[in-house]
């Protein structure tokens, strides 16, 4: 392995301490390799914030295939967001990890390069089990996986995203609340998915779930590994059929459902600590598609009319959207600014035919109105649609990665970089630079257990 020593920090107080803090980075290729190694690279451009300090824009030449960075902080005690980028006649480079807080970590990080506008397929990291259709979730520098297609044992583990390692928990994983405890190891929890309810806590939606008291869920937590895994009870129904989504601030939302064939009308909200509120759609939903919009929800289909409504917070019953007749829309995903508008996209109608038309949403803070939107050209199914972005991934034998964008009085369904493989049912997640990781999902033929490293044309600046 061909590493780099990037950054080794003496922290600001460290004139009063002999033993300063050291905090290491190492800059790789997806192979894990030298990225500029046999490269005509002439310059290291640094920038860093920590807290709310002003950004520090640094430069390092770049010789013989090497570069050596000091770099002082602050204090290593407030979040810590970095920009990196490798340039040269020919060569560009860029990369963000994830905000960190120095004095959290092993002092230890490892940042993957890749051009702007395209992924970096990483070769050195790989999940513990192949995985498709399965929950992946951020919390601080990590990232929850969880379930899937492919029947294993490995049913949950975790990515280190600030090290680029990924790995099973090592406490057994069980519900202890009921009188014989049972383990995730004994369960097959299949296609799953998970949103956060808080920084810490997130909730998990298996396909099945086998537990006393009707509890259909279960809370994990990324903090405390003596309260890992809780069960949640939700509304009857809750399940495959259910959207969920995370809001910001007030915890994940579990939405409609099917009961013995029959659509649902009733949500719950996952609160901090596993608080259940029980919420009433305005009509029954099967397979609905939802969006957080600030702290409403928009919640659109589900039955045969596809009508939309809106969950305010603070309400505990739907509002209708008028002016919306869709038709039937299977599987669409809905992508939302998360203020006041969102974009209805891809499904399949009652023949099973993938739909190219969309639906628009534009000011839903007070109320919302609806009308067709853009045609969406390279409309296909089991995209990954990561939490809190605008991003739209993969896909059924897709390799694309798309944005919705909004100008003033438009929206459309742009291009932006391809990933190396096709990636149906996907898992990832949108860091706060706008680069992203991509995980597992199927290239049309079995699960994949890989990641890919993702930098858009542009970074989000410091």
């Given at each position: 392995m061909v590493?780099?020593?990037?950054?080794?920090?003496?922290?600001?107080?460290?004139?009063?301490?002999?033993?300063?803090?050291?905090?290491?980075?190492?800059?790789?290729?997806?192979?894990?390799?030298?990225?500029v190694a046999g490269t005509d690279a002439t310059t290291l451009r640094i920038g860093i914030r920590e807290g709310g300090r002003p950004a520090q824009e640094l430069e390092y030449p770049v010789t013989d295939g090497g570069f050596d960075a000091f770099l002082s902080f602050e204090s290593f005690v407030d979040?810590?967001?970095?920009?990196?980028?490798?340039?040269?006649?020919?060569?560009?480079?860029?990369?963000?990890?994830?905000?960190?807080?120095?004095?959290?970590?092993?002092?230890l990080m490892r940042v993957v390069t890749t051009a702007p506008g395209s992924c970096a397929r990483i070769a050195f990291d790989f999940m513990e089990a192949p995985r498709a259709s399965f929950?992946?979730?951020?919390?601080?520098?990590?990232a929850l996986l969880v379930g899937g297609t492919e029947p294993t044992q490995e049913q949950v583990e975790f990515l280190d995203v600030l090290e680029w390692e990924s790995q099973l928990f090592q406490e057994d994983l069980c519900f202890e609340e009921f009188e014989e405890p049972k383990c995730l190891s004994e369960l097959n929890l299949g296609p799953t998915r998970a949103a956060s309810i808080d920084d810490s806590q997130i909730l998990v939606l298996p396909r099945i779930l086998v537990l006393p008291n009707d509890a259909s869920a279960f809370i994990f937590n990324m903090d405390d590994p003596r309260k890992r895994i809780r069960s949640v009870v939700l509304h009857a129904g809750a399940g495959p059929r259910s959207a969920l989504v995370s809001i910001p601030g007030a915890g994940a939302m579990v939405i409609g459902?099917?009961?013995?064939?029959?659509?649902?009308?009733?949500?719950?909200?996952?609160?901090?600590?596993?608080?259940?509120?029980?919420?009433?759609?305005?009509?029954?939903?099967?397979?609905?598609?939802?969006?957080?919009?600030?702290?409403?929800?928009?919640?659109?289909?589900?039955?045969?009319v596809g009508t939309a409504e809106i969950l305010r917070a603070g309400s505990s019953t739907g509002e209708p959207v008028a002016s919306l007749s869709?038709?039937?829309?299977?599987?669409?995903?809905?992508?939302?600014?998360?203020?006041?508008?969102?974009?209805?996209?891809?499904?399949?109608?009652?023949?099973?035919?993938?739909?190219q038309d969309t639906v628009r949403f534009d000011d839903c803070i007070q109320g919302c109105v609806a009308t067709p939107g853009p045609t969406w050209t390279t409309a296909r199914l089991e995209v990954l649609q990561p939490a809190r972005s605008i991003l739209v991934v993969g896909g059924t034998d897709s390799r694309l990665v798309e944005e919705v964008r909004w100008s003033a009085s438009a929206v459309e369904i742009a291009s932006l970089l391809e990933l190396n493989t096709p990636r149906a049912a996907a898992g990832?997640?949108?860091?706060?630079?706008?680069?992203?990781i991509v995980g597992g999902g199927a290239d049309g033929g079995s699960a994949q257990q890989d990641f890919e490293f993702?930098?858009?044309?542009?970074?989000?600046p410091l």
């Amino acid at each position: 392995m061909v590493s780099l020593v990037l950054v080794s920090v003496c922290v600001g107080a460290c004139k009063d301490d002999p033993s300063p803090f050291i905090f290491e980075a190492i800059v790789v290729d997806g192979e894990n390799a030298n990225p500029v190694a046999g490269t005509d690279a002439t310059t290291l451009r640094i920038g860093i914030r920590e807290g709310g300090r002003p950004a520090q824009e640094l430069e390092y030449p770049v010789t013989d295939g090497g570069f050596d960075a000091f770099l002082s902080f602050e204090s290593f005690v407030d979040p810590t967001r970095i920009r990196l980028a490798i340039e040269g006649p020919t060569i560009d480079l860029v990369t963000a990890p994830p905000s960190f807080v120095p004095v959290l970590t092993a002092g230890l990080m490892r940042v993957v390069t890749t051009a702007p506008g395209s992924c970096a397929r990483i070769a050195f990291d790989f999940m513990e089990a192949p995985r498709a259709s399965f929950g992946m979730v951020q919390s601080d520098t990590f990232a929850l996986l969880v379930g899937g297609t492919e029947p294993t044992q490995e049913q949950v583990e975790f990515l280190d995203v600030l090290e680029w390692e990924s790995q099973l928990f090592q406490e057994d994983l069980c519900f202890e609340e009921f009188e014989e405890p049972k383990c995730l190891s004994e369960l097959n929890l299949g296609p799953t998915r998970a949103a956060s309810i808080d920084d810490s806590q997130i909730l998990v939606l298996p396909r099945i779930l086998v537990l006393p008291n009707d509890a259909s869920a279960f809370i994990f937590n990324m903090d405390d590994p003596r309260k890992r895994i809780r069960s949640v009870v939700l509304h009857a129904g809750a399940g495959p059929r259910s959207a969920l989504v995370s809001i910001p601030g007030a915890g994940a939302m579990v939405i409609g459902g099917e009961l013995g064939g029959e659509p649902q009308a009733a949500a719950s909200l996952v609160e901090s600590g596993g608080a259940v509120t029980s919420l009433q759609l305005s009509e029954a939903r099967s397979g609905p598609a939802a969006t957080p919009l600030g702290s409403d929800v928009l919640v659109v289909g589900g039955d045969l009319v596809g009508t939309a409504e809106i969950l305010r917070a603070g309400s505990s019953t739907g509002e209708p959207v008028a002016s919306l007749s869709d038709g039937i829309r299977e599987a669409a995903v809905l992508v939302g600014d998360g203020q006041a508008r969102a974009l209805l996209i891809g499904g399949t109608d009652g023949t099973g035919t993938i739909r190219q038309d969309t639906v628009r949403f534009d000011d839903c803070i007070q109320g919302c109105v609806a009308t067709p939107g853009p045609t969406w050209t390279t409309a296909r199914l089991e995209v990954l649609q990561p939490a809190r972005s605008i991003l739209v991934v993969g896909g059924t034998d897709s390799r694309l990665v798309e944005e919705v964008r909004w100008s003033a009085s438009a929206v459309e369904i742009a291009s932006l970089l391809e990933l190396n493989t096709p990636r149906a049912a996907a898992g990832g997640i949108v860091l706060e630079s706008g680069a992203f990781i991509v995980g597992g999902g199927a290239d049309g033929g079995s699960a994949q257990q890989d990641f890919e490293f993702c930098a858009p044309e542009r970074l989000t600046p410091l």
